[in-house]
């Protein structure tokens, strides 16, 4: 394929494509459940990947797993071959990278608690305004003594500090009362239980490892189980929110590419927005907005047009919309207000169309090279050549274990970070408690075992600290790098 070859996605009179160039100006996929998005996902992802482009992709459902294996053997997608006349139809996988933040399905994919950041933390906790605040402060006490927040024991242990010792806190960081901490802690123990503690630790996701082609120069497809995850919809949203600014935080910016550097299908992209708070949305508007200069295109997948604001849905300009049913007023509103976002084609009357589209139909508008958006057709989208449906636990098990990053993220590391810097000073205090009430037999026997600190030599506890103060130092420009500039925080 040449290098900017469109990516032929539907057909109408003619075939309807994508042009590379115009891809990073970002898409939706919409319609009711069972018209055909999982599928138009699919060969969109396809295409991009034959292109060289490297995806990402939630598999909210399990099917998506089967781009790893050839398709065949499947009635529709031969009748659909026949259909649209795909004389160059040939049957085959594509690269896929498999991860699960349960690990189960996949790589673990696992960032840490500095990474995700107080404002992400804060919607992925539920917590309100107040705690939210007592969170941020948490993490500026963090950041002050060089004590990296890294899994959930972490945040806890450092919560628990900063409120036993929220009076001499309360000058420099605020008020940290104790009900704000209780409630965090709390919603700490509700994400832990939700199998949220896996997501926090190391090593963390290096974003380089999803922006992979294979040797034959295709992207690869990386594809996160999400069934699971779906449970925690909150979880999931700030999870693939989070990828998404890290992508906008580390990637340069590149301008007007020939072809992205990494496409992002967002799929329930409705979880997003759902009660997310004004600051968090006026956020995610921004990336959307500022990420296609660092040449990345995100496609919302979403069965209702409705369920994205106005402000981010006029930014997405590749649009795939399969049926719609009209059966309450909600549903006749989407239906209209679908049409409208299309640039008119006096031969199809978009309204009326949007409710009669079969499976696998859908009206498509595409950027022409201007960046204008194309008259609207109703068109046939084009079959994927991997399998429709899921790979089975052993095709998916061998996709692993052949990745080159397998081996790597399977090993948890759980180096010197807030909780151990803690304990150690607890261990210490008591230490120091049990000398000041005087002379301890048991020391004298050697049954009861000083803590490790004091036995530190002198060289040992300088090489620390000074280890320590550039931790710390790292530390604070991981806070403030990522997300730090996007989503306000301190610089």
């Given at each position: 394929?040449?290098?900017?070859?469109?990516?032929?996605?539907?057909?109408?009179?003619?075939?309807?494509?994508?042009?590379?160039?115009?891809?990073?100006?970002?898409?939706?996929?919409?319609?009711?459940?069972?018209?055909?998005?999982?599928?138009?996902?699919?060969?969109?992802?396809?295409?991009?990947?034959?292109?060289?482009?490297?995806?990402?992709?939630?598999?909210?459902?399990?099917?998506?797993?089967?781009?790893?294996?050839?398709?065949?053997?499947?009635?529709?997608?031969?009748?659909?071959?026949?259909?649209?006349?795909l004389t160059d139809f040939k049957l085959q996988a594509s690269?896929?990278?498999?991860?699960?933040?349960?690990?189960?399905?996949?790589?673990?994919?696992?960032?840490?608690?500095?990474?995700?950041?107080?404002?992400?933390?804060?919607?992925?906790?539920?917590?309100?305004?107040?705690?939210?605040?007592?969170?941020?402060?948490?993490?500026?006490?963090?950041?002050?003594?060089?004590?990296?927040?890294?899994?959930?024991?972490?945040?806890?242990?450092?919560?628990?500090?900063?409120?036993?010792h929220s009076a001499e806190y309360q000058t420099e960081y605020g008020n940290i009362s104790a009900a704000s901490v209780g409630a965090l802690q709390r919603a700490l123990l509700q994400l832990e239980t939700e199998g949220g503690d896996l997501l926090f630790g190391e090593p963390a996701l290096i974003l380089d490892d999803m922006m992979q082609t294979d040797s034959q120069g295709r992207g690869v497809v990386n594809i996160l189980a999400s069934d699971q995850l779906l449970n925690s919809p909150r979880v999931y949203a700030t999870l693939l929110l989070w990828l998404l600014s890290e992508?906008?935080?580390?990637?340069?910016?590149?301008?007007?590419?020939?072809?992205?550097?990494?496409?992002?299908?967002?799929?329930?992209?409705?979880?997003?927005?759902?009660?997310?708070?004004?600051?968090?949305?006026?956020?995610?508007?921004?990336?959307?907005?500022?990420?296609r200069s660092k040449g990345v295109g995100v496609y919302f997948v979403s069965q209702n047009p409705l369920d994205i604001p106005d402000i981010v849905l006029g930014q997405l300009g590749n649009r795939v919309q399969h049926?719609?049913?009209?059966?309450?007023?909600?549903?006749?509103?989407?239906?209209?207000?679908?049409?409208?976002?299309?640039?008119?084609?006096?031969?199809?009357?978009?309204?009326?169309?949007?409710?009669?589209?079969?499976?696998?139909?859908?009206?498509?508008?595409?950027?022409d090279e201007k960046g204008v958006p194309t008259p609207v057709e109703r068109a046939f989208v084009c079959p994927p050549s991997s399998r429709i449906g899921p790979a089975t636990d052993i095709e998916r098990s061998e996709t692993v274990k052949s990745s080159n990053v397998f081996g790597y993220y399977e090993k948890t590391v759980d180096r010197e970070s807030a909780y151990e810097s803690l304990k150690?000073?607890?261990d210490q205090s008591a230490t120091e408690a049990k000398a000041e009430e005087g002379f301890d037999w048991g020391d004298m026997f050697g049954s009861?075992?000083?803590?490790?600190?004091s036995r530190e030599g002198v060289f040992e506890a300088a090489a620390k600290s000074a280890a320590r103060a550039i931790g710390s130092q790292l530390g604070r420009q991981i806070i403030r790098g990522v997300l730090g500039s996007i989503l306000g925080g301190r610089k």
């Open positions: 394929m040449g290098m900017t070859n469109p990516i032929r996605i539907a057909k109408a009179e003619s075939f309807l494509h994508i042009l590379p160039k115009m891809a990073n100006r970002h898409g939706l996929i919409a319609g009711a459940t069972g018209t055909g998005k999982t599928v138009t996902l699919q060969s969109l992802a396809e295409g991009f990947s034959a292109l060289g482009v490297p995806v990402f992709m939630a598999d909210v459902k399990g099917d998506l797993s089967g781009m790893s294996q050839a398709g065949g053997a499947n009635p529709k997608v031969d009748a659909r071959v026949q259909l649209l006349g690269p896929v990278t498999f991860w699960d933040v349960f690990g189960k399905k996949g790589h673990p994919i696992r960032t840490t608690v500095a990474e995700m950041g107080p404002l992400l933390l804060t919607r992925m906790l539920n917590l309100n305004d107040v705690q939210g605040g007592v969170l941020n402060s948490i993490f500026k006490i963090a950041d002050d003594k060089g004590w990296l927040l890294l899994d959930l024991k972490d945040l806890r242990a450092m919560s628990q500090h900063a409120a036993e992508l906008f935080e580390k990637l340069p910016e590149v301008g007007d590419l020939e072809k992205p550097k990494l496409v992002f299908f967002f799929d329930e992209a409705h979880l997003l927005f759902t009660d997310a708070p004004q600051a968090l949305l006026t956020k995610i508007e921004q990336v959307v907005r500022l990420i049926a719609l049913r009209a059966f309450t007023p909600r549903d006749q509103k989407a239906v209209k207000s679908a049409a409208e976002t299309f640039r008119i084609n006096p031969k199809v009357d978009v309204a009326t169309v949007i409710t009669e589209l079969g499976v696998g139909e859908a009206l498509v508008s595409f950027l150690g000073r607890a009861s075992k000083p803590s490790s600190r």
